[in-house]
């Protein structure tokens, strides 16, 4: 296969993903918006996590939020707790690598937060330990999946929401997952500055 042609499954690839995630999740989306958006107004905030690519979507949230997607307007509630190097590694060094997230959510979580994990793979330890704690803290979760929802997707509550994109591709599925990102984030934008 020449280059250009793998350049071209790429795009068009990507490019199916992306309209099986619109006409799949669409609703599913602009319901996490507003799950999100119903979390800001009730003085709560927004914490993010995911691993390697997919804490890198996690922060775009957080930084979307702290600062602005689009446009100028105040700051909004949202730490990524995937940022503190410091703590994470001492976490990791001290107990396991497993507790980096669960164990910042046990610290800085409140009741009526809302965590966002994102994650592309099967096996993440440390989003279902996460989860777990956000379960015991009475913090709902959005969950960015992908594949079959791995060990992630069993876990959720029926209150919680799983946005899985179709795809087995962990590429793709965190592609989408950073276009989904930018929907959540016009989208609650919107809702409460208008527009």
Same mark, same amino acid.
């Given at each position: 296969?020449?280059?250009?042609?793998?350049?071209?499954?790429?795009?068009?690839?990507?490019?199916?993903?992306?309209?099986?995630?619109?006409?799949?999740?669409?609703?599913?989306?602009?319901?996490a918006s507003q799950?999100?958006?119903?979390?800001?107004?009730?003085?709560?905030?927004?914490?993010?996590?995911?691993?390697?690519?997919?804490?890198?979507?996690?922060?775009?949230?957080?930084?979307?939020?702290?600062?602005?997607?689009?446009?100028?307007?105040?700051?909004? %509630?949202? *730490? #990524? $707790? =995937?940022?503190?190097?410091?703590?994470?590694? +001492?976490?990791?060094?001290?107990?396991?690598?497993?507790?980096?997230?669960?164990?910042?959510?046990?610290?800085?979580?409140?009741?009526?937060?809302?965590?966002?994990?994102?994650?592309?793979?099967?096996?993440?330890?440390?989003?279902?330990?996460?989860?777990?704690?956000?379960h015991d803290k009475?913090? %709902?979760? *959005? #969950? $960015? =999946?992908?594949?079959?929802?791995?060990?992630? +997707?069993?876990?959720?509550?029926?209150?919680?929401?799983?946005?899985?994109?179709?795809?087995?591709?962990?590429?793709?599925?965190?592609?989408?997952?950073?276009?989904?990102?930018?929907?959540?984030?016009?989208l609650i934008d919107?809702?409460?500055?208008?527009?």
């Amino acid at each position: 296969m020449s280059l250009q042609n793998r350049i071209i499954n790429h795009f068009e690839n990507s490019s199916l993903v992306q309209q099986n995630t619109l006409v799949n999740l669409g609703e599913l989306i602009e319901f996490a918006s507003q799950r999100l958006v119903a979390t800001l107004l009730n003085d709560k905030k927004i914490m993010t996590c995911g691993n390697g690519r997919s804490a890198a979507v996690a922060q775009l949230l957080s930084s979307a939020m702290l600062n602005q997607h689009e446009r100028d307007r105040p700051s909004l %509630p949202a *730490i #990524a $707790l =995937t940022t503190d190097t410091t703590a994470i590694t +001492a976490i990791a060094n001290d107990y396991h690598f497993d507790d980096v997230f669960a164990k910042q959510l046990r610290a800085l979580g409140q009741g009526g937060d809302i965590l966002v994990a994102y994650t592309d793979g099967i096996n993440s330890t440390n989003i279902a330990k996460a989860i777990a704690t956000a379960h015991d803290k009475d913090i %709902p979760v *959005i #969950a $960015l =999946t992908g594949n079959n929802g791995g060990m992630i +997707a069993p876990l959720l509550y029926d209150n919680d929401i799983e946005i899985r994109v179709p795809s087995n591709s962990s590429i793709h599925i965190q592609e989408v997952h950073i276009m989904i990102t930018n929907c959540l984030c016009d989208l609650i934008d919107h809702q409460l500055f208008g527009g």
